[in-house]
């Protein structure tokens, strides 16, 4: 996929991929449980139920905060299937979640705040894994760009083993799932774990709910990055184990504490994430 | 048609119901019911949910909560009173602090009777609920854009 291309076929292909994914995460959920769980199309039904209901709003600026959400995660997604700076990517990332934390400050409701500044400590916790993620990429393929790390043959898993892991742990926090699903969970029966959205309903839902959709594609294709070397049919069978496996975590853990979050992920980011940067950084120097 | 029918989520409270109904009400979620199948998820949040299950034939003091949550679910909505002291306050009736029943505070459309009423009935009130969610729906549609307004 080259350049154009490949953004256009993500701004299309992206939500019908991410919604065929939470319908299977939560048949997967349920069967863990011993349920039977819903239909695979069940996330569509949902969304598509949420935008015939009627809008309500509790501060009207909530819904251009959710729908910028929405545009820079696309931008995000954009960036790097179009084989763009995976940086940028990054930091269009980091906005798009910074207008949703808006969007939750936004009604003066405690439950949507608390649900807000969690998200900020959520984001604390995985940026700094994230960049070092983007940082061993670029000192072993020699390139920020996708297009660039996709081509490189050698192997990018076996250069960074550690900091895989080290993206694995953060990619939990990503993705809303537990033991990290503080600021906003997808079973939630309580106003708290709701967080984020307690005051978004129907409509401006449906957005936050696409919006996820695209998120998790483009994370799926973070992780593409580490096995792209095997070939497109291997990588993401790899990618889809890789999305198994966090839907095993989500139903094996109890949720935890911020502060056990933040220091428990920059640990991760320290140990596994720093220890590997330094050892390619070392390995690679002469390229640089 | 719509989705509301393919995707009802629902909010539970217990309006000084003596917790049998609200057991059965959980039972529901459970494996063996297991409601998701038909895409029905149990919601903390009245923003986000269509069908509220209320147990108990509210008293005094949780009657304005009833109301509040009522007024902040989003149209449509539908209400389902399950067990006999939502339905007319049940045993509790004559008790000085406790109002006859849901409908004396809020709009019921579906009545489960029971003491406490069985999983079934409440799975089956729930689908009944869902064909007045989709008339709910299509009045919705025929008001002039935009909708009343509400406080």
Redesign the interface.
Known sequence: MSGPVGALIYVLLAPLVGGMLGGID?IVS?RM???????VL?PF??V??LL?????VVNHFQNFYVTCFLVFIIVTGAIFFGGGDILLAIFALTVGAIFLVLAAYAPNSPYSNIGAERELLQMMAYEPMLLITAMGMYVVAGSFNVRDIVRFREGLLGYLPAIFLGFLFVLTIKLRKSPFDLSMSHH????L??GL??????PS?AVVEVAHWYENVFLLGFVYLFFAWLGPVIAVAATFAVYLFEMLIDNVYARLTWKFTVRVSWLAAGLLGGVNLLLVFYMFRGRL | M???K??P?VMHYDASSCNGCDIEVLACLT?VY?V????IV????P??A?ILLITGGVNEQNMNVVRTIYDQM???KVVVAIGACAGSGGIFRECYNVHRGVESVIPVDVYVPGCAARPEAIIDAVVRGLGVLEEK?ER?KKEPRG?KV?A
């Open positions: 939560r349920a449980q011993s349920r039977m769980g819903p239909p069940q039904y949902d598509l139920k015939g209901k009627r809008p309500t939630a029966h309580q106003e774990v709701k959205t307690t005051e978004l309903s129907g839902l | 719509s989705f509301l393919k995707s989520w494996p297991d998701e199948r038909f895409g149990n919601t903390g949040n923003k986000h269509d989003t149209d449509p729906a919705m909708g509400k």
